[in-house]
C-alpha cells in the first residue's frame, strides 16, 4: 500500500519498505502518474524528458560559472 502526499516541497510517494520502514520517493520516479505526452510517444526509448535535459544543461552552466570565479 501506498499514499500520495506533497512533502519536501514536491509530489512523494510514501510506502513502507520489506523491514516495515516508512520510506518515500518522488512522485515523478513512480508510475502513479499518468505518462506525459512525450513519454508515451517515446516509448521507452528515450532516457530523459527535453525539460529534464533542459534543466541538467542549466545545473551544469551554474556550477561551471561558479567555478570560474
Not at 499514499?3 to 520510506?23: C, H, I, P, S
Not at 518522488?26 to 529534464?52: C, H, I, K, M, Y
Amino acid at each position: 500500500m501506498s499514499t500520495r502526499k506533497q512533502n519536501w516541497g514536491e509530489d512523494r510517494v510514501m510506502f513502507y519498505d520489506a523491514q516495515g520502514r516508512l520510506r518515500s520517493l518522488p512522485a515523478s520516479w513512480t508510475d502513479v502518474n499518468e505518462a506525459d505526452l512525450f513519454s508515451q510517444v517515446a516509448a521507452g526509448r528515450s532516457f530523459s524528458r527535453p525539460d529534464d535535459l533542459s534543466a541538467l544543461a542549466s545545473l551544469i552552466d551554474r556550477i561551471k560559472s561558479r567555478q570560474e570565479e
